[in-house]
T-cell receptor, first 117, second 110 residues
Framework: KAGVTQTPRYLIKTRGQQVTLSCSPISGHRSVSWYQQTPGQGLQFLFEYFSETQRNKGNFPGRFSGRQFSNSRSEMNVSTLELGDSALYLC????????????????FGPGTRLTVL | GENVEQHPSTLSVQEGDSAVIKCTYSDSASNYFPWYKQELGKRPQLIIDIRSNVGEKKDQRIAVTLNKTAKHFSLHITETQPEDSAVYFC?????????FGTGTKLQVIP
């Protein structure tokens, strides 16, 4: 089975621009979660999508948004980029998600390294 | 919301020694505690996990213990090897989401 894939792997943008990142989960996985990873901050939860619906959301401003398509692929969008948005953005897929009573392992993608100049 | 604290932030051990990483969580409803290993430039990978109805779990040189009363859990690596060098993240899964610790950079000195 192919693993989680993310595109693009690297992005360089300037302040004020917007960016869209893509994540393709493992086949059969219906949940996709997004995380921001920065040095010293660990992995900060952005949001989780399950069956095209946002199920949970972290403490990020409204500039960060996402969506999920019927094939479970997910996109994350950041508008009006700020210098502080420079980070590694990781997505993770699981069979049934991370909330409720499911103990589904999350499989991470390789990440998209976003640099905002 | 859930808060997960992880200590130490860096840890250096001699090859063959043991390493222990500790995490505490705040949400008593958390019921699943995975540990991830992230090598430099690579994605995090699950190395072991434990559910709230279990106190200890072992997989070869890796073990995790959970104390629900004290709300802390620990990762134990015995007979460390240079390939164990990486950043380790603990996490706690409550009802709403998975919260990660800030990571421990483990260096195993040959």
């Amino acid at each position: 089975k192919a693993g989680v894939t993310q595109t693009p792997r690297y992005l360089i943008k300037t302040r004020g621009q917007q960016v869209t990142l893509s994540c393709s989960p493992i086949s059969g996985h219906r949940s996709v979660s997004w995380y921001q990873q920065t040095p010293g901050q660990g992995l900060q939860f952005l949001f989780e999508y399950f069956s095209e619906t946002q199920r949970n959301k972290g403490n990020f401003p409204g500039r960060f948004s996402g969506r999920q398509f019927s094939n479970s692929r997910s996109e994350m969008n950041v508008s009006t980029l700020e210098l502080g948005d420079s980070a590694l953005y990781l997505c993770a897929s699981s069979l049934a998600g991370t909330s409720g009573g499911a103990y589904n392992e999350q499989f991470f993608g390789p990440g998209t390294r976003l640099t905002v100049l | 919301g859930e808060n997960v604290e992880q200590h130490p932030s860096t840890l250096s051990v001699q090859e063959g020694d043991s390493a222990v990483i500790k995490c505490t969580y705040s949400d008593s409803a958390s019921n699943y505690f995975p540990w991830y290993k992230q090598e430099l430039g690579k994605r995090p990978q699950l190395i072991i996990d434990i559910r709230s109805n279990v106190g200890e779990k072992k997989d070869q040189r890796i073990a995790v213990t959970l104390n629900k009363t004290a709300k802390h859990f620990s990762l134990h690596i015995t007979e460390t090897q240079p390939e164990d060098s990486a950043v380790y993240f603990c996490a706690a899964r409550g009802y709403q989401k998975v919260t990660f610790g800030t990571g421990t950079k483990l260096q195993v000195i040959p």
